[in-house]
């Protein structure tokens, strides 16, 4: 597993509990992460700048295991809290046999991008099973990730965008066209409670996700910081359930 972190100079207990957590599910773990002090942590780390936003921590360490002979490689960040366990997501991966697969997709589109080609799986938490981990390879190489994304002079909201649009977006449909199979365990598709429906899952449905066994919370929502100048301004007060509610939630 490659978790992207982004740090001030520690690693908190959400994120420690969450590496932990999905720890018991993989054979190696690496952190990759913008800060070089760290010390004491049970896992390696991969320090590097912070170039291209999470796909350029995931990449300048896929790079580096390019030779390794892993039958599953995953992509998480530090965007959620765990709040259950991963036992029956990867139960559900064995029984349907997706190449590459995630929690949760979408298909909501952006203005720079056709609505045809915007079906995507969200990025902050992608697993490559052993078929797809050689066309991953081939995409970014596809993309000229280091010259494009890693080089890039853009400004950092124009960075953003790009890496939403030919990465997020990008990677789905890529391998959509290479005949790889891919899916979410709650996807837009099939979970009936966003069934006709385009907004973020995570933000507007995560009672019912988590009632439906979905192991993890945005970190924005469990620590009250939706509508603060560090969570965003897409407006917590008007979220359903949003009187504190969200701290009683935690799965076994």
């Known amino acids: 597993m490659i978790f992207a972190h982004y740090s001030t100079g520690y690693i908190p207990k959400q994120v420690e509990e969450y590496v932990g957590e999905l720890s018991r599910h993989v054979d190696d773990v690496i952190i990759s992460t913008n800060y070089k002090g760290f010390y ?14 999470d796909f350029g921590l995931f990449y300048k360490v896929f790079k580096k295991v390019k030779n390794k002979n892993y039958d599953r490689i995953i992509f ?4 959620n809290a765990v709040v259950g366990k991963f036992d029956k997501i990867f139960d559900w991966s064995l029984q349907n046999q997706m190449d590459v697969w995630g929690l949760t997709d979408s298909e909501e589109s952006r203005p720079e991008t ?8 969200q990025s902050h938490f992608l697993v490559f099973e052993k078929p797809s981990i050689p066309h991953l390879y081939a995409f970014f190489d596809d993309i000229k990730f280091e010259e494009n994304f890693l080089n890039s002079q853009k400004t950092d909201l124009d960075l953003r965008k790009k890496v939403i649009i030919n990465c997020e977006f990008g990677l789905s449909q890529y391998m959509i066209s290479k005949r790889i199979k891919i899916g979410a365990r709650w996807s837009v598709k099939k979970w009936k409670p966003m069934k006709n429906k385009k907004f973020n ?10 009632k439906d066994g979905y192991p993890l919370m945005k970190k924005k929502i469990l620590n ?8 965003g301004d897409e407006g917590w007060p008007a979220l359903p359930n949003s009187q504190n509610k969200w701290k009683y939630y935690k799965n076994e």
């Open 76 to 79: 998480a960040n530090d965007s």
């Open 40 to 53: 004491d942590l049970p896992y390696p780390l991969s320090t590097t700048p912070n170039e291209g936003y």
């Open 201 to 210: 899952m995570h933000f507007w449905k995560w009672e019912e996700l988590i």
């Open 224 to 231: 009250g910081t939706w509508d603060t100048p560090q969570g």
């Open 114 to 121: 056709n609505r045809e080609y915007c079906y995507h799986l």
